[in-house]
């Protein structure tokens, strides 16, 4: 357990105080935060609380979302975020093509430009950009960025360590290759993260993964890629399911740790 | 509108006899049909229908499964199916992973060990087998075939004009690296077919395809790698969307050859 990090989407309903004291009751001690319950109870107020109780935030979740207007500005802010959570590294998830635009091309070279001029901010808040590649179905509206290749072209382009990759089980799994390049990413892994693949999807195609072990995603494999790549840094779970958000949390976390436990 | 041909499955509830006629009356002269209405109709019949209406039958939709108990005498079913119709191209679905199983990798050699079976029944009876990558949103329940690549690295192994790979729009859009394999598999391309990707994606990601046009999909990019590859062959509209399903079909046939002129 000693990897393990509950990321708070896994229990989405449960209140920041309630998760932090249901962690601390678990033994659990690494956790993956998100902006918008952070931003809700306060930026100042959520660091204090969660390293009053000696908690690690591993990431912060998740900014992105480069085709938004304020791409820049809001960016900024996500990085001061994590700085002031003392996380060291913020997920990027880079948001889908504009309105009406069919230039997919041209937007994944935006997110390349714009992930450059974020770096010399996030590099100075000693903040690592750890760019997520989003399964492809989720490319026209969520993520241009789809696969490993094209997530480490771009942090290829930046010193190791101001800009990373995410690997998640979930969006890569499909990938028969992937797993080979990412035995041989070495410190480009920024997080590691463990969600499985379950169908039917629901409409909207976001929250119906399921805990480690519930799937057809191969977890032992990529335990392997990863290890093999030299990463030994922390292991969220990271679980969008509408059936599971319906739970308390305690049960959620119970049943994310046993989970984990079963696959690692 | 030489090239086009318009694929049954757009026009799910139109039944057969209908459909021949209306599209003689559109003056289209192109079809692809489905195994099951063809079934249905009783395949003699179905073949002396469409013979007698001056059709051409670019495809025929479609056989693969290969996880399936019976795959190897279905499979060789379908093949007897085309060859009945007169049509050259049988597309491949290939099938999602066993019950149960983790191993897609040991799925993607099945596939191709089965194929590899069913050639000499399929260039006997002058039928070119079709593999279709289908989106990786299908890996698991539908087809472990996702990409270009895996498909075109099975057809390369079998003679031109014996197995052949589909470019579909929908399932390749995404792949920042097809295009410019596309333009250079020449004869390796066995059917051009259009649909488009809209979102939100609806509950199991099957009938939320979008006529060529209506989503983000950059059509000329695909026709210019299509073309510069030598593909002359027809273009298929192919597109399984549940409104249009509740349509009548000759509307439904008007809007998609109005969609097609628009993208052509």
Redesign the interface.
């Known amino acids: 357990m000693s990897r393990f990090s509950f990321n708070q989407i896994t229990a989405k309903h449960w209140g920041l105080e309630d998760l932090v004291k249901g962690l601390v009751a678990a033994d659990v001690d690494k956790v993956a935060l998100w902006r918008e319950p952070v931003q809700e109870y306060g930026l100042e107020r959520s660091a204090a609380l969660v390293r009053d109780a000696g908690l690690e935030v591993t990431t912060l979740c998740r900014s992105g979302f480069f085709q938004a207007p304020d791409w820049f500005d809001d960016n900024r802010r996500a990085i001061d975020e994590a700085a002031a959570l003392g996380t060291p590294v913020l997920v990027l998830v880079s948001g889908g ?1 504009p309105p009406g ?5 041209g937007a ?1 070279r935006h997110v390349a430009d714009a992930i450059a001029q974020l770096v010399p901010h996030a590099a100075a808040g000693g903040v690592t950009l750890a760019i997520e590649p989003l ?3 989720y ?3 969520r993520c241009v960025i ?2 490993w290749d ?1 997530a480490m072209a771009i942090a290829q382009q930046h010193p190791v360590g101001q800009v990373g990759v995410t690997v998640d089980t979930y969006h890569l ?4 290759t992937a797993l080979d390049k990412i035995s041989r990413a070495g410190s480009r892994i920024a997080i590691y993260q463990l969600a499985d ?1 379950v ?7 976001l929250t119906g993964r399921g805990l480690p072990g519930d ?4 977890m032992a494999a990529f335990h392997a890629a990863v290890a093999q790549a030299g990463y030994t840094g922390p292991i969220e779970v990271e679980v969008m399911n509408e059936e599971l958000w319906q739970r308390p949390g305690p049960e959620v976390l119970a049943a994310t740790v046993a989970s984990y436990q079963a696959v690692t």
């Open positions: 093509l635009s069919r230039d997919i091309a994944r399964h492809p179905m490319a026209a509206d789809s696969t094209q799994w499909w990938d028969d693949w169908t039917p999807l629901p409409a909207g195609v799937g057809c995603v191969d």
